[in-house]
């Protein structure tokens, strides 16, 4: 437990690697969820372990329910289910993004900032990727964590990018739809931070 809990703490203190100039690419595999049934809340989940239960070999259904467990406030039973479908898959695994990006979305909103940027952090050294998603996303979970010069490099490779998109916190709610409003709070005060004092590039 101790070293678990340590290993935790060090997620903080990991260094990134410096912001891309720019971040176009739609990364579409990535930024989905996983979902197996349609139906939600208690219905889903129990359809969803019993899928779990006939076949020990589910991902799909044991990652989907991961995410209900997690959305639903049993964010123990949540990272148990997790690592039992990520232990089925590996990098090459075409589910294998998805998985870890919406496991870092269900930490962050667990209020475990750490687990989220460890999650996300690795999806951003699997490969050599520029993805729309990382620098909004980066700048919010690195503020969170305190880490705000390094937020404020990684919400500029946004604005780098769509000038006309980020310059401001306007259009937050359009381009951010699924993120909840204390996250999009988040991303403004980094936002604000930014328009302070822009950082030069490189």
């Given at each position: 437990?101790?070293?678990?809990?340590?290993?935790?703490?060090?997620?903080?203190?990991?260094?990134?690697?410096?912001?891309?100039?720019?971040?176009?690419?739609?990364?579409?595999?990535?930024?989905?969820?996983?979902?197996?049934?349609?139906?939600?809340?208690?219905?889903?989940?129990?359809?969803?372990?019993?899928?779990?239960?006939?076949?020990?070999?589910?991902?799909?259904e044991?990652?989907?329910?991961?995410?209900?467990?997690?959305?639903?406030?049993?964010?123990?039973?949540?990272?148990?289910l997790?690592?039992?479908?990520?232990?089925?898959?590996?990098?090459?695994?075409?589910?294998?993004?998805?998985?870890v990006?919406n496991?870092?979305?269900?930490?962050?909103?667990?209020?475990?900032?750490?687990?989220?940027?460890?999650?996300?952090?690795?999806?951003?050294?699997a490969?050599?990727?520029?993805?729309?998603?990382?620098?909004?996303?980066?700048?919010?979970?690195?503020?969170?964590?305190?880490r705000?010069?390094?937020?404020?490099?990684?919400y500029?490779?946004?604005?780098?990018?769509?000038?006309?998109?980020?310059?401001?916190?306007?259009?937050?709610?359009?381009?951010?739809?699924?993120?909840?409003?204390?996250?999009?709070?988040?991303?403004?005060?980094?936002?604000?931070?930014?328009?302070?004092n822009?950082?030069?590039?490189?």
């Amino acid at each position: 437990m101790t070293a678990l809990l340590a290993a935790t703490g060090a997620a903080s203190a990991q260094s990134l690697p410096k912001p891309a100039e720019f971040y176009f690419a739609a990364d579409a595999n990535t930024v989905k969820p996983v979902v197996v049934v349609r139906e939600t809340g208690e219905v889903a989940m129990e359809k969803l372990a019993r899928a779990a239960e006939r076949n020990p070999h589910a991902k799909a259904e044991v990652a989907q329910l991961a995410h209900l467990a997690m959305e639903a406030g049993r964010a123990d039973l949540g990272r148990q289910l997790y690592a039992r479908a990520l232990g089925q898959i590996d990098r090459t695994d075409g589910m294998w993004r998805s998985v870890v990006w919406n496991y870092g979305w269900d930490l962050y909103r667990a209020g475990d900032s750490d687990g989220a940027f460890a999650q996300w952090r690795t999806l951003l050294e699997a490969r050599s990727v520029t993805a729309s998603w990382i620098p909004p996303t980066f700048a919010m979970t690195l503020w969170s964590l305190g880490r705000k010069d390094e937020a404020v490099q990684w919400y500029a490779a946004a604005v780098r990018t769509e000038p006309q998109l980020w310059n401001t916190a306007s259009q937050f709610a359009r381009l951010l739809p699924d993120w909840r409003d204390d996250e999009r709070s988040t991303l403004t005060e980094v936002q604000a931070a930014w328009a302070a004092n822009p950082p030069a590039w490189p």
